[in-house]
Nanobody, 124 residues
Framework: QVRLIESGGGLVQAGGSLTLSCAAS????????TGWFRQAPGKEREFVAA????????NYADSVKGRFTISRDSAKSTVYLRMNSLKPEDTALYYC?????????????????WGQGTQVTVSS
């Protein structure tokens, strides 16, 4: 079993920055990819970014490419999402997920474990 705990969300003005953290505990060695997803009210959950644990390969949604950066600290079993130049449309509940990559990093079915989410609100 893997437990994921997100932190770092909050309220920020447009153009500002936040860094989200996802700390993993439990049987983390079996997870090959960790991703961030987000869900705004009334919308479907969407892929944001992902990183593989072995080579650190990254993948980003077009909407955040160039503004967000995903990284990992293997020693701390923690994945980070640095979010710059935030826009009101980035407002959502952000979830961390871990899985085996099987269907690709953008597919929610590739992930076996999910955190509870951390709220990000960007004011205009």
């Amino acid at each position: 079993q893997v437990r994921l705990i997100e932190s770092g969300g909050g309220l920020v003005q447009a153009g500002g920055s936040l860094t989200l953290s996802c700390a993993a505990s439990g049987r983390t060695f079996g997870n090959s990819v960790t991703g961030w997803f987000r869900q705004a009210p009334g919308k479907e959950r969407e892929f944001v970014a992902a990183i593989t644990w072995n080579f650190g390969n990254t993948n980003y949604a077009d909407s955040v490419k160039g503004r967000f950066t995903i990284s990992r600290d293997s020693a701390k079993s923690t994945v980070y999402l640095r979010m710059n130049s935030l826009k009101p449309e980035d407002t959502a509940l952000y979830y961390c997920a871990a899985g085996q990559y099987g269907l690709g990093p953008r597919n929610t079915n590739s992930y076996d474990y999910w955190g509870q989410g951390t709220q990000v609100t960007v004011s205009s």
